[in-house]
């Protein structure tokens, strides 16, 4: 049964190719009794790279497939022929996804450009055929090498995602249901908290212009997220990436809440998880809110304007 699992990270075991072996080989032609060596050199073991796909948008793949293995490289052969290379092994992960090593923890690298890759283990060198020992004095080597092993490495996936307008809010403000006006996501919608468990992600489009925004709903927030509470660094990381912010606010004063404290209190959970992500937004407590109803459909399209404003700005 197909899983939807949205996975966010993912350790993996990368293993290229091994280089093909070198071959010892000697001339047989007719009125050629004693030719000399022609033995070929192996082939390059197939490298593992990362691939960043605009269409993949979860780590679910690699989690439940984590072992990759790049084919190895052909043997030389007689007549100097040439094993082949081993096919790339290429690991297709979101846009916006870190790579680390997890033998030191270090970053290899980060894959933000549809299409942008990253080597992540190197195939082994092909080793030589007998005919690159051949000398004056030496007229039939039999010496030949094998092909080395490709790298072997563990490595620890974490996706970012990257979005245009990231829409941040505590649970049940209602931005599911705003990304299921606004864009053709269906996130799932009920009335408690933390229906939404993971980012949901909507593309927001416009009648008569050549332009779409991707937007991220990302999982309800609350005080003390930027020390976990409530998942809330699995919730943030998704923030750090987005080119701009939009706070959904239930501006009807639910479970006996306050607009401008719940306004208050987001910013100051962003800004004790990453600090210089809302620098601006210290001098930006007095903006007139955008009054909209996603339920009644009000409002939506002097938003989706502001958004794209805020991206072109």
């Known amino acids: 049964m197909k899983s939807n699992k949205f996975v966010e990270t993912a350790v993996a ?16 032609e007719k009125f050629v009794p004693r030719g000399g060596p022609d033995g070929g050199d192996g082939g390059r073991g197939g490298h593992v790279l990362a691939q960043a796909d605009r269409n993949v948008d979860s780590l679910i793949a690699l989690h439940f497939n984590p072992h990759r293995q790049a084919p190895a490289g052909g043997h030389g052969r007689g007549k100097r022929q040439h094993g082949r290379n081993g096919r790339d092994l290429i690991i297709k992960v979101p846009c916006g996804t870190e790579i680390h090593d997890e033998a030191d923890g270090s970053l290899l690298g980060e894959l933000l450009e549809p299409d942008q890759q990253l080597l992540l283990a190197g195939g082994g060198k092909g080793g030589l055929g007998n005919c ?25 996936f974490d996706l970012k995602i990257m979005a245009d307008i990231g829409l941040i809010g505590f649970p049940n403000a209602g931005k599911s249901t705003l ?48 020390h976990g509470a409530g998942m809330g660094h ?13 706070i959904v606010l239930d501006m009807a004063g639910s479970e006996g809440r306050h607009p401008a404290d719940d306004y208050s ?25 955008l009054l909209i109803s996603a339920r009644e459909g009000t409002g939506l399209e002097p938003l989706k304007q502001a958004m794209l404003e805020m991206i072109q700005a």
């Open 13 to 28: 075991e990368v293993l290229a190719g091994a280089g093909g072996n070198g071959c010892c080989s000697f001339r047989r």
């Open 132 to 156: 690159h020992w051949k000398t004056s004095t030496h007229q039939a080597p039999r010496e030949f090498t094998k092909g080395a092993e490709g790298e072997q490495k563990r490595l620890r």
């Open 179 to 226: 990304i299921s006006r606004i864009s053709h996501a269906h996130p799932r919608i009920a009335a408690y908290p933390f229906t939404t468990v993971n980012p949901i992600i909507g593309t927001v489009k416009f009648d008569n212009l050549y332009r779409e925004l991707r937007v991220v709903d990302i999982p309800g927030l609350i005080p003390g997220a930027h």
């Open 234 to 246: 699995k919730f943030l990381r998704h923030v750090e990436r987005a080119r701009a912010l939009a």
């Open 265 to 289: 209190d987001l910013i100051e959970e962003l800004r004790l998880y990453r600090a210089e992500l809302l620098e601006e937004f210290r001098t930006r407590t007095g903006i007139e809110p």
